[in-house]
């Protein structure tokens, strides 16, 4: 029975009233039940808690939209539930100002402002705070020197037995209060990697070497400001031998880290050096020994030797950074030219860690330590714990010589030297509320120094008006739900915007889901009330207007229009669409299919240069033109049957120049002085073509025609005709008396050439004929000296009678 009475009030409200249109937004688009639910979508939503906000056909997820929405549909600004966040500093203690020569007292010294804040979150709301740092004076420093005392690193022994008080001078200059402390490591104590015959565990060196028995891990001097103590007990301790390359290297930097109070580390800078000419081993390489069980990360030294080696597998290198970083220790790994690449990597990996390049007997140590000491501390990085769920850090860094930087680079600043002050900003964002809604505290931190920053979260999971609902209101169905922040929460078992229906029968927890077209954000399409998911249609003052359909989304009276009537007064509209009379087509019904007005005077339809569309010649060629495509003004010919007129109307001349008045009667001419005036095809939008014909006189005319829709000829043509210029006499003339005596020149070279050529022949002739002659003269004594030589009985009676 109530549930029947409040179906007729329902429907009785919608018949009258009409609901308000506004534009969907983010936060009506969530669906948003509760005050809490709406908050948690934007930070641009607000609640509205006013009781009567509601109009007739809103489901309660309305009450939720932007805060400009809200006032705009006149929700009081004092209902509007709109919680903010905020950043409240607890702790903010000015970082340390050195003063003259007094040293402040360890506890007493400050890098980092504030140290504890509270921040108020609310989804998708960034809360953003300054972090100041400042690198403080005389800070001090705690290094302990891991060393590698297998065989290969037997001169570096000697170098390193006087580092103690050699590294103290110089770490002297950079603090006041400094520490040292020593360590050795060789290798597990099981087979493979050492030899396990009683005589190589006495004595792992070959030959005459004398070598102390192979062991893990040694703390042979806690942090001490006594260089010389350093030195002596350094000075006593002897190389040992193992059988494979690797060193267990890991599991003496894991113990050096984890064995806070047994090697002494304060809570000051602590520098790790770890020295060696090897690689390393690393989680799983225990297998080879049948060490199976995961280094749990603990501390085993028992009289300064660590006794778990050969039961926990070495560490892996992730394992390394979590606790070197828990325990905020930076690492220098000084190693051999040869191991550079394999450290350096291993480098990338570890925060805060830098590696050197170590001499072959590490005489060059303490200048590596200096310089990767300096190289670590000019550096600030900051980071930040594991954060809940849903919840974001940026950083920006104002670092020295106003470098900003953003993104990864927005958490460090480099070139920091003992008293610069950088900042950074700090933006925290949560997405969501956590599924238990409790604080949470994150804390950011700068690796390599022991102070951080605390920041306690507080999430805004609900609103303020949450707090004083009304449990079992009458205003909700009877007492069927908690009349909170102007809305019903509903009980158990009961939904709707008063908590009015059943579970059972509407089978689904968002009620208004039945009312809504394919998963959209309208209810009912806007035009009409969900009731126990139902959409009752709303009815409009004009009685012929009818919303229908399952959610209202049909309608007769907002279909397109023509003319200004509705399907162009030759349909009916349905559902938004046009139903069109007989020989009437279109969205709008606008679109007659006679085709009589398309008819040209030949009897075919747009002259068979388009088709008729709506009673409209649409031409299948743009050139064509007209009511019935008649018109071609840039077809071929066109300038030519139009020339005469031009001609006659423009210059007075041609053919038609007696008869110009009475036949170019239908021409609109306009004279232009230059040729680029001449208006283009692209300029209007009727077609126009472009004209160069020749006169009687030989010369040219330019002119453009186009055909305008009532037959007129727009013309437009060059003032004047481009006329052939005349010959000149004078160089003609001067062109060819030069060319008569040029070629005169060129026919008496020629002759001269020829004479030349037959004076050399005769005179070659000439010469001939005169040897010719000399021998002829010769012939007569040469035959005679012959026959002389050849009958000697003559010769001498030739001498006698001579």
Known sequence: MNLQLVFIAALSAVLCVSRAQHDVSICTAANAQSCGECIQVSETCGWCSDEKFLQVGESKSARCDDLKSLKERKCDEVKIENPRGEVTILKNKPVTVRVGNVKPKLNEITQIQPQKLSLKLRSGEPQTFKLKFKRAEDYPIDLYYLMDLSFSMKDDLE????????????????????????????????????????????????????????????????????????????SQQQISGNLDSPEGGFDAIMQVAVCEEQIGWRNVTRLLVFSTDAGFHFAGDGKLGGIVLPNDGKCHLENNFYTMSHYYDYPSIAHLVQKLGDHNIQTIFAVTEEFQPVYKELKNLIPKSAVGTLSSNSSNVIKLIIDAYNSLSSEVILENTKLPEGVFLSYKSFCKNNVVGTGDNGRKCSNISIGDEVEFEISVTSQKCPSNGKPETINIKLPGFSEFVEVVLNFICDCDCAATGVPNSPECNKGSGTLECGACKCNEGQIGQFCECSQDEVQTNDMDANCRKDNGTDICSNNGECVCGTCICKKRENPAEVYSGKYCDCDNFNCDRSNNKLCGGHGRCECRKCICDANYTGNACECSMDSSTCLAKNGQECNGRGKCECGVCKCSDSKFQGPTCELCPTCPGVCTEHKDCVQCLAFKTGEKKDTCQQECTKYKLEKVTERERLPQPTDEPIPRAICKERDENDCWFYFTLAVQEDDTKQVHVLEKPECPAGPDIIPIVAGVVAGIVMIGLALLLIWKLLMIIHDRREFAKFEKEKMNAIWDTLMPGISRCKQNLENPTARNLDESSD
Request: charged share 20%; glycine share 6%.
């Open 159 to 234: 170098n390193v037995k006087n580092l103690g008080t050699d590294l103290m001078k110089e770490m002297k200059k950079i603090t006041s209060d400094f520490r040292i402390g020593f360590g050795s490591f060789v290798e597990k104590t099981v087979m493979p990697y050492i030899s396990t015959t009683p005589a190589k565990l006495l004595n792992p060196c070959s030959g005459n070497q004398n070598c102390t028995s192979p062991f893990s891990y040694k703390n042979v001097l806690n942090l001490t400001d006594d260089g010389d103590k350093f030195n002596n007990l350094v």
